[in-house]
């Protein structure tokens, strides 16, 4: 049974910046070297929203139109380790944030759903207000 766990959420003013992190744990012997993450978000009576995901090689990575350009996505395999780095933040970016994973490993053109993942977070809020 694979773990992860959000942290880094808060308070921020618009226009300021936070990075979140996902720390994955396992049995013994786990290497998140092949798993595919994602981010989403939440407002609360709404869908998970999809922000980023990538893939097991760092070779696609893919972001959302809301956030294209001011979040970034990377990942620290030794440490089993996933950030979200989120620039120029905006009162829009206000939600619950979940990374999620999968040992897929790969995917296309667009990221997998949060139902195609076979682990979630618990979550960690971010607001964004003045």
């Known amino acids: 049974q694979v773990q992860l766990v959000e942290s880094g959420g808060g308070l921020v003013q618009p226009g300021g910046s936070l990075t979140l992190s996902c720390a994955a744990s396992?049995?013994?012997?786990?290497?998140?070297?092949?798993?595919?993450i994602g981010w989403f978000r939440q407002i609360p009576g709404q869908e998970h929203e999809g922000v980023a995901c990538?893939?097991?090689?760092?070779?696609?990575?893919i972001y959302s139109d809301s956030v294209k350009r001011r979040f970034t996505i990377s990942r620290d395999n030794a440490k089993k380790m996933v950030h979200l780095h989120m620039n120029s933040l905006k009162p829009e970016d206000t939600a619950i944030y979940y990374c999620?994973?999968?040992?897929?490993?790969?995917?296309?053109?667009?990221?997998?759903?949060?139902?195609?993942?076979?682990?979630w977070g618990q979550g960690t809020q971010v607001t964004v207000s003045s």
């Open positions: 999620a994973g999968d040992p897929g490993g790969r995917f296309g053109s667009s990221c997998p759903t949060w139902y195609d993942y076979g682990y």
């Open positions: 396992a049995t013994s012997g786990f290497t998140l070297d092949y798993y595919t």
């Open positions: 990538i893939d097991s090689l760092d070779r696609n990575i």
